[in-house]
């Protein structure tokens, strides 16, 4: 049995030193991966600014940033980062004399500061955003908000993106501690490569936030960056007006409150209002807005099948449409609004709707149409019926003509190639005068091209 090796005694001295309280606290920090999770919050890159699809830059591969080590995100990558930094965040705070560490850490590392409080506002955590505050150093220092970095006395930017971080899920705590602590609230403001706290918050649909800090802004308008001063991006980038792309939301409360800010927006806001059956939000544009919308906006509710739009846009407004409105009811059968249309409207249809509505099988949207004269069928017609093997269509067809004469090779050969025997005995017995005499055999004879030679 191997005799146990004593442990060498420590001098009274060095106990003393060893069992001393911030030194075991300070052992304490890195036991249980906290050093190493504080370390690798180091390694986080702070968020400039946060981008999304108002901003469009199509030859751009990659999003710049004012500062060197952090990132432009898009809202979309936005969660999946949180997520990560949660994980570590929380495992952190779970224990107290690891959240003693981060405090001291915070105390010590401007940086760390940063990133911190950069999750507190995205994640909605007061507190803990206080906490970062608190922990800048003196009370002067405190009172600017981040001016120098306590370790090495050098001036520093504040956190870019706080606003914006918690514009995205609407915290209004974090707005009243950020003023509370007098963040400059003009970072909300954003820049030309990235997305204001007002433009986060109706993207995402939260009013509340919206209207705070628009009622600190004061007009939109006059705080969303006309257009890039980086040379790096200059002529790259577009910026598309707010409200345009919140109609087509639909968010009817977000778009209310950005109306009242007297937000520049151009007519593809009622034009997409329109398109995506927003009733609400079109009929608030047609009230209080003066940009009005254009045919799209009529074309584009009759398309996408938004009936009670386009009775509002007839009755509403002068704008009126194109042939592509009724164009999409004949195609899906609708015979009662192409009345309505045909009724109402000067516009009517296109030459190719009667053929659309064949080639679907339509028939009493046929019917209609040659019944009220909208249009007057043709061989096309009657070959595209005979191709898809509509017999009721093809006999209406015919007779619709009311006396003049259709000629039915081409829809004979058709038919017979689909193999349509009862519409091939029907046109066969209604030849015109320019194909009856000739054989059935060869009227209906498959054209075939000649094979080619090969060299």
Partial sequence: MATPVASPALSPAAARVLHTFPLVTLICRFQAGTFEAISSMK??????????????????????????????????ELPSMMDTRRAVVK???ARSDHSAALHHAMTQNAHVRTVVAEFAAFDGLPRLLQDSYLNAGDQKIRTRWYVCAPETGQSIDPPRSLLQ???????????RVLRFVNYPMFSGNGWDMAYTAIEVAATRGHVAFLDAQRRFCGRFSAIVPPSPDDDRVSGMVTRMPLLDAICAKGHTRVVHSLLGATTLHTSTAMDTAAANGHLDVVRMLHELSSQGCTTNAMDQAAIHGHDKVVRFLHANRSEGCTVAAMDAYIGRGDVDMVHFLHSNRPEKCSTTALREATVRGHFLM????????????TETELEAAAVHGHLKIVEYLYNGRRGKTLC????????????SDAIVTYLDARRCSCCESTPLELLVAKRHQPKRKRR
């Fill in 43 to 76: 390694q986080w890159p702070s968020i400039d600014g946060l981008h999304g699809p108002l901003l469009v830059a199509p030859t751009l591969s990659t999003w710049p940033s004012r500062i060197v080590g952090a990132v432009n995100l898009s809202l979309d």
């Fill in 91 to 93: 495992r952190i705070l």
């Fill in 165 to 175: 971080l918690a514009a995205f899920h609407g915290h209004m705590s974090i707005w």
């Fill in 408 to 419: 039915v090779a081409a829809a004979l050969q058709a038919a017979s190639n689909a193999n």
């Fill in 366 to 377: 046929v019917k209609y149409l040659v019944d009220h004269k909208v249009v007057v069928p």
